[in-house]
């Protein structure tokens, strides 16, 4: 049964990557880094739900396979189905956002990457459904980055998602989206909180592909 | 097996031929240079060789299946130069609509016009109905930011990208006395004069180009462009026994093409140079997208068509 339970993960997982590939034609540019399998964190923009499924499918399969995405419990535990897809399809981290919560998100994370994975977070915390390019990041990429300092944390900026399908919209257009990852961070010594967050941020935007309007 | 049959084969296996004697040569010239030398225009041009075995597999495949593998084929080729055009255009949340008619609608209706051999509604189902009715489609969601510019090249899209790709598949439904069921060729000669003098140009370019034709936009010289088009003119005249052109009319047919699909390559290589999209390889790594692919090869198309038709129909 488990077996079968994990053919089924692995057989979804390459639908969704070959779906996404055909609608968005979702490409990868490595700008700062090169597809090598070595433990980094990957933090992205998010503008909406395909944000992951996105970086996930531009990976190549031994990076694939190591990375988990770091994502809410109550979305990925809300039915059946979702609690196939995101802990087995993609084999996420969930965290418990929940203040009355014993086990701390940060915890779970730190655990994560002691096993060797390498992540994906949206450091934003939540959707941005702004015209800001970015919301403030929250404080856990700099947890993160003070805890295992010797991780790389990669800027990865995920582009056209938000016009290939704009809120409100039923139909995707079938727009080429772009995963751009940047060159590697790291929190230095005795940068604060706040100039750190700042300098991630900047190094995120500075991924947007160049398209003059 | 017919004879067209039998001369499309011909084609696609002389074609292999070529791309293997390239092939060879480009492994005989990287296994001439030491490990860690570098060389871009060497890398370049294998990449283009082997883009090349993809098109000829491709288009030999769908030439051998008929209207229909050649419908499909540059249907989906359409659709991607289309997806890639329209990547980079302006537009806002109130084109969506129109965006998606031109990708489900206007696309696949062209394609069904040019099936049905409808050449009239063909001609001017882009130029005429799409673009007055999708401006409207914008319109009616009441965004006037940039609207000028948002339906300009959204159309121009369109063009490029449907309306001149669609001509390439067209000239398999243009009657032509006394030629028969072999329309289907002139879409090798076509592809095959126009991709030819894209190399010899870029060849020759490199070897005695001196004289920039654009500078600052495209890497193409005069030299290069002169050398392209007389060979596309040469290898015309000995494609002349697939054409109803005769020698000579398949050499001014051959040159004329090839001229229209260079200076084709220089429009598209001046709105990259706007969009701020430099490399080949941002579209597709490694190969360039669909329309760096086939720049030549689409705006040489519709005029292709039309001196076709008017000449020998």
Known sequence: MKFLRQFAARIVGQSIRIFARAITAVRAEWKGIEPVPRQRVYFANHTSNADMPMIWSVLPPALRRSVRPVAAADYWLKNRLRAFVGPEVFNCVLVDRRPEVKDKPMDTIIAALDEGASLILFPEGNRNMTDDPLLPFKAGLYNMGIARPDVDLIPTWVANLTEIMPKGEIIPLPLICTVTFGEPIHVREGESKDDFLKRAADALLAQRPLVRP | ?313
Request: charge should be neutral; hydrophobic fraction near 55%; proline fraction near 4%.
């Open chain 2, 1 to 313: 097996m017919s004879e067209t049959t039998a001369d499309i084969l011909l084609l696609t296996l002389g074609s292999f031929g070529i791309l293997i004697a390239l092939t060879v040569l480009g492994e005989i010239l990287r296994a001439r240079q030491s490990a860690h030398e570098n060389n871009p225009m060497l890398d370049t041009y294998m990449t283009r060789v082997q883009s090349w075995w993809g098109m000829v597999a491709f288009i030999g495949g769908a030439l051998l299946l008929g209207k229909p593998g050649v419908m499909v084929l540059f249907g989906f080729a359409s659709f991607a130069a289309l997806r890639e055009f329209l990547t980079l255009t302006t537009k806002a949340q109130a084109d969506h609509l129109s965006l998606a008619l031109a990708f489900f609608v206007v696309l696949p209706l062209q394609y069904v016009f040019m099936g049905l051999g409808w050449t009239g509604l063909f001609t001017v189902f882009i130029p005429v109905y799409a673009f007055l009715f999708l401006p409207m489609v914008s319109a009616l969601r009441g965004d006037p930011q940039r609207f000028l510019v948002r339906v300009a090249e959204t159309q121009w899209a369109l063009m490029i990208a449907v309306f001149s790709v669609s001509h390439v598949p067209a000239l398999m439904s243009l009657e032509i006395a006394g030629y028969g069921d072999r329309s289907v060729l002139l879409i090798a000669f076509l592809v095959m004069v126009v991709q030819c003098a894209d190399l010899l140009d870029f060849f020759f370019g490199r070897r005695i180009g001196r004289t920039r034709i654009a500078p600052g936009l495209s890497p193409k010289t005069w030299e290069g462009l002169l050398c392209g088009v007389l060979s596309a003119m040469v290898i015309g005249a000995m494609l002349a026994w697939i054409t109803p052109f005769g020698v000579l009319g398949a050499a001014l047919m051959a040159g004329v093409a090839a001229l229209v699909g260079m200076f084709g390559n220089i429009v598209v290589a001046a709105i990259k140079r706007d969009r701020g999209v430099k490399d080949w390889s941002h579209l597709i790594p490694g190969q360039g997208g669909f329309v760096d692919q086939l720049d030549s090869v689409i705006f040489a198309a519709p005029i292709f068509y039309q001196l076709t038709k008017y000449f020998y129909t």
